[in-house]
């Protein structure tokens, strides 16, 4: 008689509870992105680097799904830093190169006059997006996408906060990795232990510090928010507090200081993620980790021998300013503890373009915006792959150069010819089959005719 009687109140609470799981289940996903600079594809050890210890960024993939064939959005920087935000590639984006062959804001970089882009007000960007669709928004560290335009900073792009550095302001990385300021919320403030040409603070360490103080404010809130955590790290000047687990390191002190950087890199994504877990964020939050382009900053001797020392590209071809493997394969993770049965490896194609949609398929915003790319969300739930798409890249330093990915094959056009790579048994671009594959390259070709419009910055020659 007695469990008759328990049995309405047992099933009653058995609903309730079912229902507060889909409410739960139901809130939108925090998202934290983290984004290295000037990290290879082989500079990872999940993806093959052997002599740099990554665990916390090898365990981030472990735990989630590591994808192998991702790509950023260009070779170098701004225009890969742009495509991200926009979801557009090359062909149709605002910025397309580091410096305009003709227009844009004159500036000082160093001693030379500079022309820059920057992102326009007409740019959609994923801070607008994601602010559209109820979340607040959040940017520390690097942005590189406000050229000489001080009305072009993350603030008037999208972002509700802002901590980090500009282009349009000299005084906050200076010195790269010991700023003297720091631009906060449309303030510029002193970073005191930094003055007088001191190194008090590791700009890594700043960054993170900032961040994970961003987080301490989410802890008990229920509004969605959007942190997108943009680090130095590894990019030239080779400069760390120390050399941490690898001074005593037998190899030359290039060797040993990248390889730190790297280092301090790999624990800043541990804090992050440690107080993610501890605080309980981690139940509802995706985190993404990848690279804005290729290694070696630049085609200097002294980083050349860097990346050669530690197979920076991996197996791939070329470094940074590289249409090929190499400038723009990069490292990509997603971490999701609340998505079960991801896979752990995903081999579906995919690059900056695509993060604009993703986002707003992880928070329910699916229109309203244009885009180059398509939402990678359903091959991080681990559902059924898309038919085969065209991925492009346009680049303008090394003269007019083009590549496209399209299932298996990578085509890579220069002087006006193009290579035609086969990227299944050939990812280091050595064979090209362009005099085997006619059909292929015909429908690369007919597809470079529609791929691109013309951009009042950069011209083709």
């Known amino acids: 008689m007695m469990i008759k009687k328990l049995l309405p109140f047992c099933l009653m609470l058995m609903m309730s509870n079912m229902v507060f799981a889909q409410q739960q289940s139901g809130q939108k996903p925090n998202i934290v992105f983290i984004l290295a600079d000037d990290l290879g594809y082989g500079d990872v050890g999940v993806y093959g680097q052997k002599l740099i210890q990554t665990p916390n960024i090898d365990k981030l993939a472990k735990e989630g799904t590591r994808f192998t064939d991702f790509y950023a959005g260009a070779p170098v920087c701004s225009p890969s830093r742009g495509s991200l935000l926009t979801g557009l590639n090359t062909g149709h984006a605002t910025i397309r190169g580091n410096a305009t062959d003709h227009g844009g804001i004159a500036g000082k970089k160093g001693k030379n006059v500079v022309y820059r882009a920057n992102l326009t007000r007409d740019d959609y960007t994923i801070g607008n997006l994601m602010q559209d669709a109820g979340y607040e928004t959040s940017l ?36 790269t990795y010991w700023p003297e300021k720091r631009y906060v919320n449309g303030k510029l403030i002193t970073i005191e232990p930094n003055t007088n040409q001191r190194k008090g ?90 690279s804005d382009n290729g290694p070696r900053s630049e085609p200097t001797s002294q980083l050349k021998a860097v990346s050669e020392f530690f197979d920076s ?102 002087h006006n010819k193009l290579e035609l790579y086969n990227l299944d048994n050939d990812i280091g671009e050595q064979h090209d089959l362009a005099a085997e594959q006619p059909e292929v390259v015909k429908k690369i070709e007919n597809y470079l005719l529609t791929a691109r419009t013309e951009s009042p910055y950069w011209s083709v020659k």
């Open 140 to 175: 520390v560290g690097k942005w590189h996408v406000d050229g000489y335009d001080s009305l072009a900073t993350p603030l008037q792009r999208g972002f509700d906060k802002f901590s980090g550095w500009l282009i349009n302001v000299p005084e906050t990385y200076a010195s």
């Open 201 to 290: 603070y590791y700009e890594t360490n700043l960054c993170t510090d900032e961040a994970l103080a961003y987080l301490k404010t989410k802890k008990d809130n229920k509004d969605p928010f959007f942190l997108m955590l943009n680090f130095n790290n590894p990019h030239s000047p080779l400069d760390v507090p120390d050399q941490a687990i690898y001074k005593n390191k037998d190899w030359p002190e290039d060797m040993k200081t990248y390889a730190a950087m790297v280092y301090y890199l790999d624990q800043a994504v541990a804090k992050v993620k440690d107080y993610l877990i501890k605080s309980g964020l981690s139940k509802n939050t995706i985190v993404f980790f990848a």
């Open 313 to 414: 590209n991996g197996q791939l071809k070329g470094y940074k300013r590289d249409v090929y493997e190499g400038g723009i394969r990069v490292p990509f993770i997603a971490w999701a503890p609340f998505i079960k049965n991801a896979p752990k490896v995903s081999r579906v194609p995919g690059y900056f373009a695509d993060i604009l949609p993703t986002f707003g398929d992880i928070a329910g915003k699916t229109t309203g915006f244009k885009t180059d790319g398509s939402s990678i969300y359903p091959a991080i739930k681990g559902e059924k792959n898309k038919e085969d798409r065209f991925l492009y890249w346009e680049f303008f330093e090394q003269g007019f150069e083009q590549a496209v990915r399209y299932g298996k094959w990578k085509g890579v056009k220069r």
